[in-house]
């Protein structure tokens, strides 16, 4: 069930033009059972409760990111039961969102092949409204002995396709659930500067390093 679906997200200014907060609305999406819900309860609360439940919600959240009040917008998406990948992302979802994580389980082979897939819809959907930024998220990094997708694959898919990569365990830190939320921040303001026109430093920076790879989180 989702509950609200708010209109696009957008900077709002103050009379004088000052910049005064950013929204962004952060669709989450992959298979079954990755961790799509802890990551967002972890951002939200800080907190891994275990069990989530099979809610979808849209969730605000604030938080003052270097001096400048940012307002997340995150939709927790449930992947429709008994359905074809290509069913799994709605057109709504994909003109909501301004920038979208992709989870899956390092244990889970078929998540990643969920996810290979889901990016790949993005990028064609996209083609002709623009860009949205991607994350790529390899998710319960705790459970090294049951691995069956390397950080390797992880990184090359993000590579192929243009997105960020993180492996993360939302069980046992909050500290990479952060990093992958405010990298998606950055690449979403980096999106909006390149639609106004020019990347900056930062983006020429960026480019760089997805060329030369990295991407690691703890
Ligand atoms: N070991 C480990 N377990 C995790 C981690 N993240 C989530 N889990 C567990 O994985 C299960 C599924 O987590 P959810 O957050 O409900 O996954 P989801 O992707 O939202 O699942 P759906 O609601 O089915 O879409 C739960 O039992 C969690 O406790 C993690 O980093 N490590």
Not at 157 to 172: H, P, V, Y
Not at 190 to 217: D, H, Q, Y
């Amino acid at each position: 069930m989702v509950v609200q679906v708010k209109p696009s997200s957008q900077q709002s200014k103050t009379m004088d033009g000052a910049q005064q907060k950013v929204e962004a609305n952060v669709l989450l999406l992959g298979a079954e059972n990755v961790g799509k819900s802890a990551l967002t309860v972890r951002f939200l609360t800080r907190r891994f409760i275990g069990e989530y439940g099979d809610i979808e919600s849209i969730y605000n959240h604030s938080d003052k990111i270097d001096g400048r009040e940012i307002s997340f917008n995150i939709w927790d998406s449930l992947y429709p039961q008994n359905c074809e990948t290509t069913e799994s992302i709605t057109e709504k979802q994909l003109q909501w969102a301004d920038g979208l994580i992709l989870v899956y389980s390092i244990c889970d082979r078929s998540s990643f092949d969920v996810v290979r897939q889901q990016v790949h819809l993005i990028r064609q959907a996209k083609k002709t409204s623009g860009m949205s930024p991607i994350i790529i998220v390899g998710n319960k990094r705790d459970l090294q002995h049951r691995r069956t997708v390397s950080s390797e694959e992880g990184r090359l898919l993000a590579l192929s396709a243009d997105c960020g990569f993180f492996e993360i365990s939302a069980a046992e830190t909050y500290h990479g659930v952060l990093l992958v939320f405010h990298e998606l921040l950055d690449l979403i303001r980096e999106a909006r500067a390149l639609k106004k026109g020019g990347a900056g430093f930062k983006g020429i920076v960026r480019s760089v390093s997805a060329v030369f790879g990295r991407k690691r989180a703890e």
